[in-house]
C-alpha cells in the first residue's frame, strides 16, 4: 500500500473516530497538503529580448494564430492578442517538455487558469503574455484551448 493511500485511510479512520466532529477535518487536510507540492515554484524570468505579437483570430477563413509559426531568441516574450472570434486561450503542450522546463514555462505567463493555460479571453484587445526567457533552445507548440477540434494551434521555436 502506497503512502498516499495508506494516509487516506489512516485520516478516514480518524474521521470515523472523531464521531462526527466536523472541526477536525479542515485543519488535517490542510497540513496534509503541503506535502504534495514537494517542488518549490518557478519565478517567472524577465524578458530581456524583444516582445513579438500574434494574433489569435476567428472568421470566415477559420480559427488561427497569425503567425502560427514564429522564432524567437532566449529572453524573448510572445504577446498573444485577441483579435476576432473567441473566446481563445493559449496552451502550451507539456507533455514533451521535462519538468524544469515546464515549471519554468508555467512561471513565464502573465496570467493562467491551468498549468501552461492562459486565462480564457473573450474580448478584442485582450492578451497574455508569455516569456520565453529562461527556455531553451527547441520547439514549443501551442494551441487554444476552445477551437483545438479547429487546428487552432502554432509552434514558437527558441533560437
Ligand atoms: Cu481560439
Given at each position: ?89 493559449v496552451a502550451f503542450e ?46 514549443y507548440p501551442f494551441n ?10 502554432g509552434?514558437i521555436?527558441?533560437?
Amino acid at each position: 500500500m502506497s503512502f498516499k493511500k495508506f494516509a487516506l485511510v489512516a485520516s478516514v479512520f480518524a474521521l470515523a473516530a472523531c464521531g462526527g466532529s466536523s472541526e477536525s477535518a479542515p485543519a488535517e487536510e490542510t497540513a496534509a497538503a503541503p506535502a504534495v507540492e514537494t517542488a518549490p515554484a518557478a519565478a517567472p524570468a524577465a524578458v530581456t529580448g524583444t516582445t513579438h505579437e500574434i494574433k489569435m483570430i476567428g472568421d470566415e477563413k477559420g480559427y488561427r494564430f497569425e503567425p502560427a509559426n514564429l522564432t524567437v531568441k532566449a529572453g524573448d516574450a510572445v504577446k498573444y492578442v485577441f483579435v476576432s472570434g473567441g473566446p481563445h486561450n493559449v496552451a502550451f503542450e507539456g507533455t514533451t517538455l521535462s519538468a524544469d522546463v515546464k515549471k519554468q514555462l508555467d512561471a513565464n505567463f502573465s496570467a493562467k487558469m491551468a498549468e501552461l493555460s492562459s486565462n480564457m479571453m473573450l474580448n478584442a484587445g485582450e492578451s497574455v503574455t508569455v516569456s520565453f526567457a529562461g527556455i531553451p533552445a527547441g520547439k514549443y507548440p501551442f494551441n487554444c484551448t476552445p477551437h483545438l477540434a479547429m487546428n487552432m494551434k502554432g509552434v514558437i521555436t527558441v533560437e
